[in-house]
């Protein structure tokens, strides 16, 4: 299937990522979450508990009615949110219970204990597809490793990044070799909080990077 067959239909795909500002996007929730690869800075998020970032998060999960997740990210959802559907975190806990799981995963024999979760992987394509033809907003969230499948395939329409004011060297980065050169277009202007983390939304387009020379 073609990259244009694969985006048809109203609904839509949305990565959200936080990333630093070197384009790191590894294990930013907590210090177990993504140790692969010797990566030292699991958890860095935690140095930026900004409330500025918490309520556009909130604001952005309004139209959520879908999960798309990697085997990695759907674990650690699926062992803290169905615990967290009260105090602060209770209204994305109880959204996150209700609307339907998919994880991309090749193991065709995994278990998905989580309520409302299916396995997808077999035809990328045709799923996502299917998706957009039966959800309005599908959010794609951490999930790196099949975040870069879905870039290099161009398997997307909104890509949000948190970017944070830190550097952080190595580390699996939001852009790998294999993403589709393609010309994204910013959606909305940028949002900065109090501790400078930005919001940045871009929609992805079908046009692709033009060469020339100045002069």
Do not use: C
Not at 156 to 166: A, C, G, R, S
């Amino acid at each position: 299937m073609s990259t244009a067959e694969s985006r048809t239909g109203s609904g839509r795909i949305l990565i959200d990522l936080f990333t630093s500002l070197d384009g790191v996007a590894q294990g930013p929730g907590g210090t177990d979450e993504d140790t692969s690869g010797g990566f030292r800075f699991s958890g860095w998020q935690a140095g930026y508990p900004s409330s500025g970032v918490g309520e556009e998060i909130e604001k952005g999960m309004r139209g959520l009615d879908a999960l798309l997740l990697g085997r990695r990210t759907y674990d650690i959802f699926a062992s803290y949110w169905p615990h967290h559907t009260d105090g602060p975190e209770g209204d994305i806990g109880q959204l996150f219970n209700r609307v339907p799981k998919y994880v991309a995963t090749r193991d065709s024999a995994v278990e998905l204990d989580w309520e409302g979760s299916t396995r997808v992987g077999d035809d990328l394509a045709a799923e996502v597809a299917e998706m957009r033809a039966t959800h309005r907003e599908v959010h794609v969230i951490g999930s790196i490793d099949f975040v870069h499948t879905l870039l290099a395939e161009g398997l997307f329409d909104e890509l949000n990044l948190w970017v944070y004011p830190l550097l952080l060297g190595a580390g699996k980065k939001v852009f790998d070799d294999n993403a589709l050169p393609s010309v994204l277009r910013l959606l909305h202007p940028p949002i900065t909080d109090d501790g400078g983390v930005t919001l940045l939304r871009y929609g992805r387009t079908d046009r692709v990077p033009q060469v020339g020379t100045f002069g």
